[in-house]
């Protein structure tokens, strides 16, 4: 059994989204969540099998799912997806960028396609899933009442907000990711009651991308880095995303929700705690004492 919601259960009562990436990790969590809580969920992915074990997993709790197959690097696939998906739920208010991919690979051994395949997945994917569902996220779109406007919720990542070592493709990739979250919150939340948000996750345990990222050995030193000292969970960037779903993020457009534990923040702490308490009294207490090179007072 996964940690209980502090949402209430009808948080989200009514709601239709679809979910990209929504068969596996993370995406298969907000799904999850997003089920509990109300919402009719449709899952985009490219393989059938997890597409189809995800939704039966779904539905054994209750949740009204479907799966869906598509590549959102192919806009066929975007629109078809979407057009079932409205079919099926009448309408659309939440789409989650969630697909997503990733390797590690140092700049020299990246080929420009490697390079242009995750700027594909993640960045062009995810505009593209935005601009096919406009039409169905609008207020007054199809299925939709007049004042009832959308959300997307891209999920991106911390890497761009300094520099990542081997993953130089989705540091620029998710940068534009939430250049584009920005730019449509911009222009779509004015003239289509859009908003447009993102989640930043940083290491959230049992995900593909931590499989894939960072090996078991590497664990403990990633969350040595923590200021909070432990891995996310996936439950936590469910409930971000609940969060900014719900009523509770009516007014939040534009933003990207870091999810983190502080880890973009952190830097190795290089002198003692108690260590800077006796330095910096002494330093003080010297420099009172001895103002070497220190303007007389009047010039202050
Ligand atoms: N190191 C270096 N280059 C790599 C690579 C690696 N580990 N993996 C793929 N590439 C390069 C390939 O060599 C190829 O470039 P080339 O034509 O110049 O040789 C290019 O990337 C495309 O590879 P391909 O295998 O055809 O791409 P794909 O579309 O089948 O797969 C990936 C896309 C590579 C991103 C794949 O890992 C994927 O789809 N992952 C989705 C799931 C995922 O990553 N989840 C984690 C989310 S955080």
């Known amino acids: 059994m996964g940690r209980s919601s502090p949402f209430k259960v009808e948080a989200l009562k009514g709601k239709v989204a679809l979910i990209t990436g929504g068969a596996s990790g993370i995406g298969f969590e907000i799904a999850t969540q997003f089920g509990l809580h109300g919402a009719a969920v449709a899952l985009m992915g490219r393989r ?33 997806v979407l057009e079932a998906t409205v079919k099926r739920f009448r309408k659309l208010d939440i789409l989650i960028n969630g697909a997503a991919g990733n390797f590690l690979a140092s700049p020299e051994d990246l080929s420009p396609n490697g390079f242009r395949t995750v700027i594909d997945i993640d960045t062009v994917g995810t505009y593209t899933m935005c601009h096919e569902s406009l039409k169905y996220l609008k207020a007054g779109g199809l299925g939709k009442a007049p004042s009832e406007g959308g959300l997307i919720l891209n999920i991106s990542a911390t890497l761009h907000y300094t520099a990542a070592w081997y993953q130089i493709n989705v540091s620029a990739a998710k940068a534009a990711v939430d250049s584009i979250t920005r730019g449509l919150a911009l222009e779509w939340g004015t003239d289509y009651d859009i908003r447009v948000n993102g989640i930043a996750p940083g290491p959230i345990a049992a995900t593909p991308g ?20 432990k891995l996310g969970d996936k ?10 779903a719900s009523d509770a993020g009516k007014y939040i457009n534009g933003a990207t929700l870091i999810v983190d534990g502080g880890l973009w923040l952190s830097h190795p702490r290089i002198i003692p705690k108690e260590e800077v308490k006796q330095l910096s ?8 004492k001895d103002p070497v090179g220190m303007p007389p007072k009047s010039k202050l």
Do not use: C
Request: net charge positive; aromatic share 4%; hydrophobic share 45%.
């Open 48 to 80: 059938s099998h997890v597409l189809q074990a995800a939704v039966e997993a779904l539905r054994s709790q209750g949740i009204q799912a479907i799966g869906l197959e598509g590549d959102v690097r192919r806009q066929a696939d975007a629109a078809r």
């Open 210 to 229: 931590m499989r894939k990222l960072a090996p078991e050995e590497m664990k403990s030193r990633i969350r040595d880095d923590i200021p909070l000292f």
């Open 235 to 244: 439950w936590d960037i469910a409930m971000a995303a609940i969060y900014m």
């Open 281 to 288: 009294r002494l330093v003080e207490t010297k420099s009172r």
